[in-house]
């Protein structure tokens, strides 16, 4: 069975650091793995798709990156803004039209 | 720009009353999913549909049914709300096209159930 970690569970980051959030998975064969964005009481945003042929993807601040042997996955976020306050989620599919979600890393930037 | 919408934002029922959720996709996706997120639980799925009438159960299918008699739209339907069916419950689409694609979230649906 797939299982998703993504540790640590909370970040606080003064405003303007690079930070990198981190996402593993137990079952290298997937799919795809899919970066996500929730702001409080709200629903979960796309950022970044990553097919498993492909080794990263870029989206403005945001890279992803992807390690499939390796079971790994990382966000990182360039130039950190207030703004990027937010929980983040990686889900993985392993190609039965169902992700399966980590619990997410809670970030916080500081002004 | 894909949309998905949820027909509420808010929604307080009672113990056993039937409740349903609507969601709609604007994309033409084959695929439709629910979810409900807990806290320490995170995302579970619940039902997901990949055509029209066809659905499929997910982890956590006991005390739900759904229906999609539409390909845009997906319900879900409490047959008797009970209190630990309070949640945030979150619908999502994506197409089928060449694979599992990126799954859409709409903005979700606090069910407080008394």
């Known amino acids: 069975k797939q299982e998703v970690t993504q540790i640590p569970a909370a970040l606080s980051v003064p405003e303007g650091e690079n930070l990198v959030l981190n996402c593993s998975f137990t079952?290298?064969?997937?799919?795809?793995l899919q970066w996500f964005r929730q702001d409080p009481g709200k629903g979960l945003t796309s950022l970044l798709l990553?097919?498993?042929?492909?080794r990263e993807q870029t989206s403005g601040r945001l890279n992803a990156s992807l390690d499939k042997s390796s079971g790994r996955s990382t966000l990182y976020i360039a130039a950190s803004q207030p703004g990027d306050s937010a929980t983040y989620l990686c889900?993985?599919?392993?190609?039965?039209?169902?992700?399966?979600f980590g619990q997410g890393t809670r970030l916080t930037i500081n002004p | 720009d894909v949309k998905v919408t949820q027909s509420s934002r808010y929604l307080v029922k009672r113990t056993g009353e039937k409740v349903f959720l609507e969601c709609v996709q604007d994309?033409?996706?084959?695929?439709m999913f629910w979810y409900r997120q807990d806290p320490g639980l995170g995302l579970r799925l619940i039902y997901f549909?990949?055509?029209?009438?066809?659905?499929e159960k997910g982890d956590i299918p006991e005390g739900y049914s759904v229906s999609r008699e539409k390909k845009e739209r997906f319900s879900l339907i409490l047959e008797s709300a009970s209190t630990n069916q309070t949640s945030m419950y979150l619908c999502?689409?994506?197409?089928?096209?060449?694979?599992?694609?990126?799954?859409?979230f709409g903005p979700g649906t606090r069910l407080t159930v008394l």
């Open positions: 999502a689409s994506s197409s089928l096209a060449g694979g599992p694609g990126e799954q859409f």
């Open positions: 079952d290298s064969a997937i799919y795809n």
């Open positions: 990553i097919q498993s042929s492909q």
């Open positions: 889900a993985v599919s392993g190609g039965a039209q169902k992700l399966v």
């Open positions: 994309m033409d996706h084959e695929n």
């Open positions: 549909s990949y055509d029209v009438k066809m659905k």
